[in-house]
T-cell receptor, first 114, second 116 residues
Framework: AQSVSQHNHHVILSEAASLELGCNYS??????LFWYVQYPGQHLQLLLK??????LVKGIKGFEAEFIKSKFSFNLRKPSVQWSDTAEYFC????????????FGSGTRLQVQP | NAGVTQTPKFQVLKTGQSMTLQCAQD?????MSWYRQDPGMGLRLIHY???????DQGEVPNGYNVSRSTTEDFPLRLLSAAPSQTSVYFC???????????????FGPGTRLTVL
C-alpha cells in the first residue's frame, strides 16, 4: 500500500515570500502524484498533477511541483505567495494499476500574513 | 453540471443513531469515494466504488456501509453513530475510464457531522 508524508504541518509566511512544501511518498510501483488545495470553508480543488513526462509541472495560480523519482518526492513551490494563498495543502498519490484510489498526506496549513 | 453534491451540510447525531449521508454526481463518473477528514490526519478513504453495483473498503470502513445502485448516487450509511465518527465527510468522483488513473478527482462540499 502507498503512503504519503507531509512534514510541514503549519507554515507561516509573509506576502511575497517563497514557498516550498515537502511531500514524500512510499510505494513500490509507478504512481500518479497530485496536489490539492482547500481554502477555508471550501472543498478540495486540484492544483496540479503529474503522471509522466517533464518532472516539473505547473498548475493553477502560479504553483509548480517537481517530481524527483530518486527521492520519492513531489514538492510544491511558489516563488511569491499572496494572502489569498492561505489554505491547507494536501499531497496525494495513486497507483497506476490496481485499485487506484487516492491516498492523501496529512496536509500542510499555510498562513500568509499581509 | 452541478458536479458533486452532498447533503446535508451539517448534522448532529446522538450516539447510537443511524443516518445516511447523500452524495450525487452528474458527470457520468464511474469512480466514487467517501473520505473523512480529521485534524492532522488528512483525508482517509472509507469506501469506494468503481461502478454501479461494485463497492470496496478503504482504510477506515468500520461503522460505515455503502451501496451503489446507480451511477449517479453513492450514499454513506452510519449504522450506529459513535463520537469517534465526528468528522467532516467528503464525497468524490472521477471519470475512471482513463487508463493509469490519471483523471482528476472532484470533491463535494462536505458534510460536517457531530456525534454527541
Amino acid at each position: 500500500a502507498q503512503s504519503v508524508s507531509q512534514h510541514n504541518h503549519h507554515v507561516i509566511l509573509s506576502e511575497a515570500a517563497s514557498l516550498e512544501l515537502g511531500c514524500n511518498y512510499s510505494y513500490g510501483g509507478t504512481v500518479n502524484l497530485f496536489w490539492y488545495v482547500q481554502y477555508p470553508g471550501q472543498h478540495l480543488q486540484l492544483l496540479l498533477k503529474y503522471f509522466s513526462g517533464d518532472p516539473l509541472v505547473k498548475g493553477i495560480k502560479g504553483f509548480e511541483a517537481e517530481f524527483i523519482k530518486s527521492k520519492f518526492s513531489f514538492n510544491l513551490r511558489k516563488p511569491s505567495v499572496q494572502w489569498s494563498d492561505t489554505a491547507e495543502y494536501f499531497c496525494a498519490v495513486n497507483a497506476r494499476t490496481g485499485r487506484r484510489a487516492l491516498t492523501f498526506g496529512s496536509g500542510t496549513r499555510l498562513q500568509v500574513q499581509p | 453540471n452541478a458536479g458533486v453534491t452532498q447533503t446535508p451540510k451539517f448534522q448532529v447525531l446522538k450516539t447510537g443513531q443511524s443516518m445516511t449521508l447523500q452524495c450525487a454526481q452528474d458527470m457520468n463518473h464511474e469512480y466514487m469515494s467517501w473520505y473523512r477528514q480529521d485534524p492532522g490526519m488528512g483525508l482517509r478513504l472509507i469506501h469506494y466504488s468503481v461502478g454501479a453495483g461494485i463497492t470496496d473498503q478503504g482504510e477506515v470502513p468500520n461503522g460505515y456501509n455503502v451501496s451503489r445502485s446507480t451511477t449517479e448516487d453513492f450514499p454513506l450509511r452510519l449504522l450506529s453513530a459513535a463520537p469517534s465518527q465526528t468528522s467532516v465527510y467528503f464525497c468524490a468522483s472521477r471519470l475512471g475510464k482513463i487508463a493509469g488513473g490519471t483523471d482528476t478527482q472532484y470533491f463535494g462540499p462536505g458534510t460536517r457531522l457531530t456525534v454527541l
